[in-house]
Nanobody, 119 residues
């Protein structure tokens, strides 16, 4: 069983920065994709950023140039550095992990961490 534990959310003023962390524990053989989604009240969950197995990254247009996703393979941890935060970045941020055991794949979600950006 794989567990994801997020940390780093909080309240910050417009223009501020936060760094989210997501540590994965358990049996992880091969990571296909890992990243962050977010969901604001009344809105659908959206992809913020992800890293695929080869190291390529992808970002939502709304965060390009402000957010950076990175991964520490030795620690099975993915980070999201968020700079120049805006009120519209306010949401619950949820970590995502897709892994393979060689036969099939599995998806896991974290419990979410709240990010609130005040104007």
């Amino acid at each position: 069983q794989v567990q994801l534990v997020e940390s780093g959310g909080g309240l910050v003023h417009t223009g501020g920065s936060l760094r989210l962390s997501c540590a994965a524990s358990g049996s992880i053989r091969s990571i296909i994709r890992t990243g962050w989604y977010r969901q604001a009240p009344g809105k659908q969950r959206e992809l913020v950023a992800h890293i695929i197995s080869g190291g390529s990254t992808n970002y939502a247009d709304s965060v390009k140039g402000r957010f950076t996703i990175s991964r520490d393979n030795a620690k099975n941890t993915v980070y999201l550095q968020m700079n120049s935060l805006k009120p519209e970045d306010t949401a619950e941020y949820v970590c995502y992990l897709k892994i393979s055991n060689g036969l099939t794949w599995y998806e896991y979600w974290g419990q979410g961490t709240q990010v609130t950006v005040s104007s």
